[in-house]
């Protein structure tokens, strides 16, 4: 069984102007997305296919800062990427990704301990035009929220765009 190969894309960050790589592997169902800084991730997204047409993002983190090393790190202050635009980078390629594959909704859940370390954290996925849903999250305490979809792929043709992997 042949194992589908990272399709990789320069990403530019609105907010700072900076670039990154943005990596997409695929593997049946599910996805991960990664941020990358040269050959340093700053970020990542979990996904997978829940139905045909229901898609989860599981996991999204930004890291809060990173180290230069060596030499550098006497010349540089650590580069500080939360609150800086990469999480709705990588949040707007995973609902880029899903439209693509023809889903109709995608769910978030958001953890008593995620709202605890970022207040703004629900009020941030609502900007992005999610809501809370009625499906039950996966863990009591937790909330799911939802969005729904606007796409034009066939659900009956389901592939994820950026590896063109039929799943």
């Known amino acids: 069984m042949d194992v589908p190969q990272p399709v990789e894309s320069v990403v530019r960050n609105q907010k700072t102007?900076?670039?990154?790589?943005?990596?997409?592997?695929?593997?049946?169902?599910?996805?991960?997305?990664e941020l990358l800084i040269g050959k340093r991730r700053i970020g990542y997204a979990n996904c997978a296919a829940l139905s045909d047409m229901d898609y989860m993002l599981s996991d999204l983190m930004i890291e809060e800062q990173?180290?230069?090393?060596?030499?550098?790190?006497?010349?540089?202050?650590?580069?500080?990427?939360?609150?800086?635009?990469?999480?709705?980078l990588l949040l707007e390629a995973v609902i880029d990704e899903a439209q693509a594959c023809g889903f109709r909704r995608i769910y978030a859940e958001v953890t008593p301990t995620g709202l605890q370390e970022n207040p703004a954290l629900l009020?941030?996925?609502e900007k992005h035009g999610f809501r809370?849903?009625?499906?039950?999250?996966?863990?009591?305490?937790?909330?799911?929220?939802?969005?729904?979809?606007n796409n034009a792929a066939s659900p009956?043709?389901?592939?994820?765009?950026?590896?063109n992997h039929i799943y």
């Open 132 to 149: 809370r849903s009625k499906r039950a999250a996966s863990q009591p305490g937790w909330l799911c929220l939802e969005r729904r979809l």
């Open 17 to 33: 102007g900076q670039k990154a790589h943005l990596r997409v592997s695929n593997a049946g169902f599910a996805a991960v997305f």
């Open 156 to 163: 009956d043709k389901r592939k994820f765009a950026a590896g």
């Open 66 to 88: 990173h180290q230069p090393q060596g030499f550098l790190r006497m010349l540089r202050k650590p580069l500080k990427h939360r609150r800086n635009g990469w999480g709705t």
């Open 123 to 125: 009020a941030w996925y």
